[in-house]
């Protein structure tokens, strides 16, 4: 068997390959470069058991059809919303995923961390000290206390957020599609409707599944109700905001700044016209990524591969509907 592995950025699912079943019985090649066109297809040809890291490269009918000798497809986490679930059905392809460990808990983190190093103005503080500057009038920071967080998704991250959002004495309110005010209640905070919640937040951060009524939510009319001095972070997908809109909108500094962990294609290169914005905090996809996720999907990955080669049950396949 061959088995191919995607996207390996971090060099952490190279060590899948000393599993004992895996190493007996399988040829593993890693690829730790993102791969397109031509290349993405010379990569995976010669796959039996094809591995996606996340959904890093989309797996789309067009290539499907060009890999006759694909049996099996795994991807890490639990959900992808970039692989064509019928056309593997089509061929009778199973679908495996694997446990994720605590990657809504470090998501929670990273989107705090973005929401204090653009609020705080860290980075330019940094610059300031080590420029001998210490303090100036550009120190004089807003604080969290009192201010309005919007979070869009009361959701198991959402809800986390509002939490420490209410740790800081903040006034917190939500929206989503189907938010009632009884399950915002559950939560400590207020239900209010989208329109209210964009225009009188100070901070406004996307915790939603990009879907009918919330893909490219974020887009020039919604992002014009937002505050002049208000801040928008997205740690959750990058299909929730019309990019090229956001861009616009920074330029006209409303909203006042942005804070991202996710990309329309990752990873970025310095090519991306995101990476020059000045007002506009970018990180490299940090939320999931963190050594129990990692090693909880390699486990997940050992005993999928593993029961497959040995012909046992599908462990943790999808069931598309």
Known sequence: MNIVVLDDFEKNLVLVKEHPVIASTASMTVHHQPLQGKA??????????????????PLKKD????????????????????IDYGALKERNI???????????ETTVEITWTLILGAYKRLIEQNQLVKDGLWRNAYSVMPPLHGERLGVLGLG?????????????????VTWSPHMTPERAAAKGVKAVSLEELLATSRIVTLHLVPGEGTRYLMDA????????DSLLVNTSRSALIVTSDLLAALKMQRPAMAALDVFDVE??????????????????HLGFVSQPVF?????????AIAAFLQNQAIVNEVKPT
Not at 269 to 282: E, F, S
């Open 221 to 228: 009319k919604r992002l014009a109700m937002m505050r002049p």
């Open 40 to 57: 993405l297809l010379e990569a995976v040809l010669p796959a039996n058991i094809l591995v996606l890291m996340r959904d890093r490269t």
């Open 267 to 284: 990873p970025l290169t310095l090519a991306d016209p995101i990476t020059q914005v000045p007002n506009l905090l970018i990180t490299p």
């Open 156 to 172: 198991a991250i959402g809800g986390r957020v509002a939490q420490v959002g209410l740790a800081f004495g903040m006034d917190v």
């Open 295 to 303: 090693a909880k999907m390699r486990e997940g990955l050992e005993m």
């Open 94 to 104: 199973p679908v495996s995923f694997t446990e994720f460990g605590p990657s809504k």
């Open 63 to 82: 290539l499907i059809d060009q890999l006759p000798n694909l049996k099996y497809v795994i991807f890490t986490g639990n959900r992808n919303l970039a």
